[in-house]
């Protein structure tokens, strides 16, 4: 039956709401960004135009007219029509590495060993340092291409501790001075690693392993050092819109460098911290379980496999192409790997094994075999997957591992990669496609300081398989390339999903935090290597970079 009382009610409520509007624009947030490209990276791959932000979370993307009509924001910015990402995260790096060699020496690029001394000589004649900590010469980059020995190292600091890390970070080169202190002879014997002797003598090299008791001798630099070297890393990842890191492997003091930075709010950048697995860092997981400090994330060991490719310490199945009878090795006793996997199965932890060669893959796959039976949904992550087995590929979808690869050492790899290979094992090398089909998902990173921080290197690299120079023109290994889109979900949404963060970031989608970048040029791939920065990076809604 009609009630005409409650219809007159209704439109009493119907005319105060319209009378609202009127005085009212719309619902009130802080940010509206508009006149864009908002590459939401959803499911759907759907691009908005505009998008509303508000206490640091997206309310709604959508198209311009939409937005426009739907908030009356504090602020307004007219994207000039760019491209807009979630902001990228950078699956595997080295924060206190990077912050390190800014300390030390910047060997990085050097062509020869003189210019390695000339550079080692500069540094000396500024800073007067009584230990010399250097990092990231390649020696595939010199003329002869030959491992380094210490004889013109010892002529120049005879008395100094010189110790001198390969771009890789799984061999140094250090002087007598610095053997004697770490009291490193001849009859040195290291399990996992290589103390390299000729003709009787120490040459200096440490490989993996060995290089444990000489750079534990190497003097700490000061807090307020490394958090200043820390803060100029974060303004330089904002420049490139990366927005998170997963910090692959830190020391238990490393943890509270972060902390400290986080809790002052001078670290804006999202750490995804894995721990290295000693004895206080399993401590701290045992008592902290899952651990987050705003955005501080810590639920990770990174354990060691193997060694790297370039210095021979990846543990291969059949010997090295360029080295008779060597098959390099296991850094970690399986034993020891295995009590890593129940401390991670215990207290909630993911484990993020790095493995290089292929009998390290192997190993490990067949390690987290186990924990797949208990937990399908662990997340575990082998660090590099670089060189598998054909027949192991299909192990990946079976026991639910995640690779996180980077691009960019396969570009950099090329050199020496197939004299290490050989022809036929280079097939399963820098695999990222075959990967990517058997997993449906990758995390991609580039192991800064290893390799540049430059997410537009990874892209050139994975989808071009190119280097900066645009090397090779063919590409390396092409069949193996992947897309621009799932290159750039492999640094949003499944570096997010494989670090459980998939509900907060990872894509521009309502309720998500509002971290984004702006790019200054359009985001695309081409056969020419184009840099490309930020225009503005976001954190949480908060502007952290503006390019002006
Ligand atoms: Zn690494």
Redesign the pocket.
Known sequence: MFNMRVFRFNLSILFFLLALSGCYKGKSVDLVIHNARIHTMDENDNIAEAMAIKDGIIVETGPERQILNRYSADQEIDAQGKDIYPGFTDA?G?IISLAKKKLGVDLIGTRSYDELLVRLEKYQQKKNSKFIVGRGWDQSLWSSSEMPTNERLNQLFPTIPVCLFRVDGHAVLVNDALLKLAEITPETKIDGGINTVENGTCTGLLVDNAMNTAVAKIPAFSNKEMKKAILEIQNELFQYGITGVHE?GIENEEIYLFKDLVDSKKLKLNVYAMLLPSSKNIAFAKKNGVFQDKNLIIRSFKVFGDGALGSRGAFLKQAYTDMHDHYGMLTTPIDEMKRVAIICERTGYQMNS?AIGDSANRIILDLYKSINEVNKDHRWRI?HAQVIDPKDFVLFSQYGVFPSVQPTHAVSDQRWAEARLGKQRLKGAYAYKSLLAQTGMIAIGT?FP?ENIDPFLTIHAAVQRMDRENYPTSGFLFNEAISLNDCIRGMTIWAAFTSFQEHTSGTLEKGKQATFVIFENPVVSTSTYKPNFSFMTYINGEKVYSIE
Do not use: G, L, P, S
């Open positions: 595997h080295h692959a790095h660090e192991d290893v």
